[in-house]
């Protein structure tokens, strides 16, 4: 050791210089570089925590020699689900909320499904989701394959059908695939028929798979002395008495049957914000898909039963599609857009999701679909510069429908049938000049459930078409 004044080299256990007689404090000074050697490496360890955090999402040792030893214990933590495409999407375990547990529940205490940390899903739990979602798709082409659609040919009406110029709708070819050939010729509209006129606005409504019974969303009924929607039920006969399938404490909206009619999938604000909901008709019990602080709504329910689409902003930004199994669990994102992506509607063979890609409020968006086997990017199927929005697909996956606005101010919504193979259109107007909203096709492809407003009352009605075999 030297001094550190004069810098001679100092015998051993000698306290003082010999030639400048300066106290070294040997221990004082080790004390010292102690300190801040430690001081040091905490420093380094927490400017390396944020630099993980910041640019690699806490998991900088992937980029390491250490994510090749740790490859195992990698695959048991990860939560993202690869389904081979470069959109977005991961798995979240959910625990569905029962109503008892909502019951004085502050909203913001709810679960947390979207906005909560994500937790882990093992490879077994990935690869189960995956088969899910092949299941869907395999399962209902079967069906598709042995199914012989039948249509009801409608009496004779006067046609209120509108060809569409064909330089405001480009044609293109689009057909959904299918185990079964699509049936020869065009759906045409034949006549309309009204399904409810009660009291009160009643809107959002469907057939079951079997056209015996109408399921609708009604605000006839007070609860707390205000006009709440509802979800109700009856016979496809407009005489038919509706009843209320069950007491809700907020509204809902966009009730769906499950294929078998035992389970009702709707959204509601009774937790605010929005959340999709499940009712069990067997046990009466309802219990939460969603939660957290983002809205989640316009759920859509599988072919088969076993999956729902819904549009929401989990992560903050405008809305997208998303798919949650009917049981709460695997949340997926399929969109990622920075457009607001919402309205999902099912093909027949549970393999494509269309919906409605807004880009300027009331006056422009898109129709497009998403492919779920492999997962792949949205692609456009009505891409001009109206209002296109509310698609469905014919379960015979021959013709689309969706609702598109003459009006810049986002009203004058008509009806427009479109044959999905030539790209023909055809503009319904079942009611007039009335709007018309919400079309959804019956299980058997033969009519069109939709809402419309006539004479300041919103009712239900369907829309009856017949097969035109020479395509004329």
Not at 7 to 29: A, E, F, H, I, Y
Not at 243 to 253: H, I, L, M, T
Request: charged share 20%; glycine share 6%; aromatic share 8%.
């Amino acid at each position: 050791m030297y001094c550190f004044r004069c810098g001679s080299k100092l015998p051993p256990r000698v306290v003082n210089c010999p030639d400048c007689d300066t106290p070294q404090k040997r221990r004082q000074r080790y004390r010292r570089r102690m300190i801040l050697g430690l001081v040091i490496f905490l420093a380094g360890a927490v400017a390396g925590s944020l630099f993980d955090t910041f640019f690699f999402q806490g998991r900088a040792w992937e980029h390491s020699f250490l994510g090749a030893l740790n490859s195992s214990e990698t695959a048991s933590q990860t939560a993202v689900l690869d389904l081979s495409s470069a959109s977005a999407s991961f798995a979240i375990k959910h625990t569905p909320v029962s109503p008892e547990d909502m019951v004085g529940f502050d909203p913001q205490v709810l679960a947390r499904l979207g906005d909560q940390a994500l937790a882990t899903t093992t490879p077994a739990e990935s690869s189960e989701f995956q088969e899910t979602v092949a299941g869907v798709i395999n399962a209902n082409k079967a069906e598709i394959a042995s199914a012989q659609p039948q249509f009801e040919v409608a009496s004779d009406a006067q046609e209120m059908i509108e060809a569409s110029p064909s330089a405001a709708l480009p044609v293109t070819t689009d057909v959904p695939a299918a185990s079964s050939p699509v049936p020869a010729g065009r759906l045409v509209y034949a006549s309309v028929d009204t399904l409810e006129k009660g009291d009160g606005s009643n809107y959002h409504g469907m057939l079951a798979r079997d056209s015996s019974e109408l399921i609708f969303s009604s605000n006839r009924l007070k609860i707390n002395g205000k006009n709440v929607y509802q979800c109700f039920s009856k016979k496809p006969e407009a005489a038919a008495k509706a009843s209320r399938v069950f007491e809700w404490p907020g509204n809902v909206w966009t009730p769906e049957l499950t294929p078998d009619g035992k389970k009702i999938v709707f959204s509601s604000d009774s937790a605010s914000p929005e959340h999709i909901f499940v009712h069990d008709r067997g046990t009466g019990k309802t219990t939460a898909l969603t939660s957290g602080d983002s809205k989640n709504m316009m759920s859509a329910v599988s072919p088969d039963g076993r999956l729902v689409a819904f549009a929401s902003a989990q992560k903050g930004k405008a809305n997208n599609i998303w798919l949650i199994g009917i049981d709460g669990s695997n949340l997926l994102q399929l969109t990622s857009s920075a457009e607001d992506d919402r309205e999902p509607r099912w093909s027949a063979d549970g393999s494509t999701l269309y919906f409605t890609r807004i880009y300027t409020f009331m006056k422009k968006s898109h129709i497009m679909k998403v492919q779920l086997e492999p997962l792949g990017e949205a692609q456009p199927v009505i891409a001009t510069e109206r209002r296109n929005w509310l698609p469905d697909v014919s379960p015979d996956g021959s013709t689309l429908v969706y609702v598109r606005s003459e009006s810049e101010d986002g009203s004058k919504n008509r009806l427009v049938v479109r044959h999905l193979a030539s790209g023909e259109e055809a503009v319904v107007k079942p009611l007039g000049e009335a709007d018309c909203l919400r079309p959804i096709w019956t299980h058997d492809s033969s009519g069109l459930v939709f809402h419309a407003t006539v004479a300041n009352s919103r009712s239900l009605y369907l829309a009856r078409f017949k097969r035109d075999q020479q395509g004329n």
